[in-house]
């Protein structure tokens, strides 16, 4: 079935560190994928988001990876800060409209002082 | 701040209340979302309203009840709700282009923390 999963539901990184998060996706039609922070008492905020005809893009400290030969998807921060501890979510889209985005569950990123 | 404001922040009710969630979008856009999120479960599509006119329904309960009177501000009437329905309600808005093949990402507000007893 169509599924946007995450390898890990946690991950623990030492400040200054790079982070790396990843996410698989099932449906090789989805065409248009998103990376969302969630902070605690906050809703998600976009942070970057990739087209399926780009392997990579570059934000100000993260980069998103695509994998379209293996569905996977990635997002790395560069020397991770206590400010970056949150929740992130991948989300797919299948369609042309952001009606269709389905969410994946989120990976709970902490920072180690 | 996003520019999608939700009122009221924390929300403790009773199975036999009525009460209202609000969402108002400040960026223009035409197109407004709600969504429920538990704890340790994706965020879950509940209606979208696109132009005003709702446009999708996921199999919510009655219970729920979204109200849109224009393309800023955004409802959820609640009634005789139960236990399970506690979760952080979301509000979302985006500028959908229409006949264009470039999707547009949503905004989401900070949420409505509901908790039933």
């Known amino acids: 079935g169509e599924s946007v999963g995450l390898h890990l539901p946690t991950l623990s990184v030492q400040e200054g560190d790079n982070s790396i998060i990843n996410c698989a996706y099932s449906?090789?039609?989805?065409?248009?994928f998103i990376w969302y922070k969630q902070e605690s008492g906050k809703g998600p905020q976009f942070i970057i988001d990739?087209?399926?005809?780009?392997d990579k893009r570059q934000g100000q400290r993260v980069t998103v990876l695509l994998n379209k030969t293996v569905k996977h998807l990635s997002l790395q921060i560069a020397a991770t800060q206590p400010g970056d501890s949150a929740v992130y979510f991948c989300?797919?889209?299948?369609?042309?409209?952001?009606?269709?985005?389905?969410f994946g569950s989120g990976t709970r990123l902490s920072i180690r002082p | 701040e996003t520019g999608v404001t939700q009122t009221p922040r924390h929300l403790v009710m009773g199975m036999t209340n009525k009460k209202s969630l609000k969402c108002e979008q400040h960026?223009?856009?035409?197109?407004m979302y709600w969504y429920k999120q538990s704890a340790k479960k994706p965020l879950e599509l509940m209606f979208v309203?696109?132009?005003?006119?709702?446009?999708e329904n996921n199999s919510v309960p009655s219970r729920f009840s979204p109200e849109c009177p224009n393309s800023s501000h955004l409802f959820l009437h609640l009634h005789t709700l139960q236990p399970e329905d506690s979760a952080l309600y979301l509000c979302?808005?985006?500028?959908?282009?229409?006949?264009?093949?470039?999707?547009?990402?949503?905004?989401f507000g900070p949420g409505t923390r509901l908790l039933v007893l």
């Open positions: 979302a808005s985006s500028q959908e282009l229409q006949g264009a093949d470039d999707q547009e990402t949503q905004y």
């Open positions: 449906n090789s039609a989805s065409d248009y």
């Open positions: 990739i087209r399926s005809n780009m």
């Open positions: 989300a797919e889209n299948k369609g042309s409209s952001a009606s269709k985005i389905i």
């Open positions: 960026l223009g856009h035409n197109a």
């Open positions: 309203y696109n132009f005003k006119e709702q446009t």
